[in-house]
């Protein structure tokens, strides 16, 4: 007989003897189970037990063993009921072990990577870092989780004949990425064209509770918002939140020595456009003097009627018209009179040197209008102001909807060298505004007043509107709104407690035929003092 079959005969006989032998020692299997089960009850027991308890626990244990020792057949009854229960608790056998949490980056970078694959698969690349039965370790080099599981940080490669140069296939896997990461955050993308890596990083919200306030500045320079840390090198103080927090502003310097004196606004409707220009004019007002266009005529700028220092704020074109040509002409004299003492070596008039700002907001509404009446545009008014408001102290500040982009003049676009961006907004439209392809994609909901901005040549940085509602709408929140009225020169009525006042007489005074007839005096409309002189922000 052969060897092999001898093995297999003597592996088919251990075969059946474990067999008989498992159905044999099945139920003391069954039984030592069920002990094993109350054994470690017990124990739980005891240990739950607090420790004067464990002496009287014994007692009483010891009188129960006692008492059924004394019993007729007490043992074998009581041998008999523990095997029964041991029995019936060890009938069941041990469940299996329940399987491991799936790994949170195996599931959502499996899938980034499955949904990157068709737009960086090349079908004739021989060893292609993305392809439909690979791995994501294969193209992501280092990924990070928050507590929440969700993705916070990420590199990953490409290949090398992706179009990373063009801002369509860029926007394309941005998209990609932020769709499977979760779109309700801001990302940053980190390009390296040099080595085909792309960097992700999820950016923390920036702070949207603080309110209007006296900002720690030096004349001329304007705070348009707060950023991230890394978008500035400086902190001030502000009140947020009930307390004194150090935040990094976006600053703004205007006046003759800026290389960036007028500023383009564009925004998504509802996002904060009017509130930019109303904390300007705020800022601006203890300095220097104020005309507001606002030319969609809702009246968001009218708390700053008949206010200290406020020439005028129209909202019809004829106004409008009227205060721009105004503007132009203050330009050419502010002009005149600065050459005229830098000739002479003498010290400039006061009213010459005194800033004068121009805030027209929505100047394309009355464009419109004035092409369909035959009018001047009003933007071509403002040719003199842009040009040469650096030299005079004129600064144009011009905030509009994103929307028409496209109807505002090219001399407003090249003079405008500092850009706001607000709300959400495409690639291309980031890129038309502020004048700079912008990394970072805006989440998909944004509160009001979130956007970019970019002074200059700079990098564009992230944005956040100081929040500075309309005092007059009764909507707004009252802290809100009180923020507001405190930061307004002298009181109005609208907004605050009428002053004390004379009554008013039921009829006119009756002037005598013996009194003598008033004297007419000249009007003088030369611009006289100023109301307000410049004095530090306290």
């Known amino acids: ?94 469940p299996a072990p329940a399987p491991p949490a799936p790994d949170v980056a195996d599931i959502k970078l499996g899938a980034l990577y499955a949904a990157l694959t068709p737009y960086l698969c090349g079908p004739e690349d021989a060893n292609p870092l993305y392809h439909y039965e690979g791995h994501y370790k294969r193209a992501f080099g280092s990924w990070e989780f928050d507590d929440e599981g969700r993705l916070s940080r990420l590199e990953l490669g490409y290949p090398a004949y992706f179009t990373d140069t063009e801002p369509t296939a860029r926007a394309r896997i941005e998209q990609v990425v932020q769709g499977k990461a979760g ?53 001030i103080p502000v009140f947020q939140g009930g307390a004194i927090a150090q935040q990094p502003p976006v600053v703004w310097r205007t006046g003759p020595r800026s290389a960036e004196p007028h500023l383009l606004a564009l925004g998504v409707t509802g996002y904060g456009t009017s509130s930019l220009i109303r904390s300007i004019a705020l800022q601006a007002l203890p300095y220097g003097d104020l005309v507001v266009v606002d030319g969609a005529g809702t009246g968001e700028h009218a708390c700053l009627v008949n206010r200290p220092g406020v020439h005028t704020v129209e909202t019809s074109l004829h106004g409008a018209l009227a205060a721009l040509e105004w503007a132009s002409q203050e330009t050419e004299r502010r002009l005149a009179a600065l050459n005229a003492a830098r000739h002479a070596g003498t010290a400039p008039p006061e009213d010459a040197t005194r800033p004068l700002w121009l805030l027209l907001d929505h100047p394309t509404e009355l464009s419109e209008l004035a092409h369909a009446e035959g009018r001047p545009d009003p933007q071509d008014l ?31 676009r090249s003079t405008t060298r500092a850009r706001v961006l607000l709300g959400p907004a495409g690639p291309e439209e980031g890129h038309a505004v502020l004048g700079a392809p912008l990394d970072i994609v805006p989440a998909a909901h944004a509160p009001a007043g979130r956007g970019y901005a970019r002074i200059g040549n700079s990098t564009p940085v992230r944005l956040q509107v100081p929040a500075t509602v309309d005092p007059l709408d009764e909507e707004a929140p009252a802290q809100l709104r009180d923020a507001v009225i405190a930061l307004l020169p002298h009181r109005d009525t609208r907004t605050e407690a009428a002053a004390d006042l004379p009554p008013r007489p039921e009829r006119p005074p009756v002037v005598l035929p013996t009194d003598p007839a008033p004297r007419a005096h000249p009007v003088d409309l030369a611009k006289g003092e100023p109301m307000i002189r410049s004095r530090p922000i306290s």
Do not use: C
């Open 1 to 94: 007989m052969p060897l092999q079959r001898h093995l297999s005969k003597g592996r088919e006989i251990a075969r059946t003897a474990g067999d008989h032998a498992s159905d044999m020692f099945a139920p003391l299997s069954v039984i030592g189970r069920g002990l094993r089960h109350h054994a470690g009850w017990a124990k739980d027991r005891w240990n739950a037990t607090p420790k004067e308890r464990r002496g009287p626990t014994l007692f009483l244990a010891a009188a129960m063993l006692v008492g059924v020792y004394l019993l007729p057949h007490g043992l074998l009854f009581a041998l008999i009921a523990l095997m029964a229960s041991s029995a019936w608790t060890g009938r069941a056998p041990k």
């Open 183 to 235: 779109r309700a955050r801001e990302y940053r993308f980190d390009w390296d064209e040099e080595s085909n890596r792309l960097r992700i990083a999820a950016l923390t919200p920036l702070p949207a509770d603080i309110v209007a306030q006296r900002f720690v500045a030096a004349p001329g320079e304007i705070v348009l918002g707060f950023t991230d840390e890394d978008g500035t090198a400086r902190t």
């Open 382 to 412: 403002l040719e003199l102001p842009l040009r040469h408001g650096r030299a005079a102290r004129v600064t144009v500040v011009i905030a509009d909807d994103v929307e028409a982009r496209g109807r505002i003049t090219a001399t407003v």
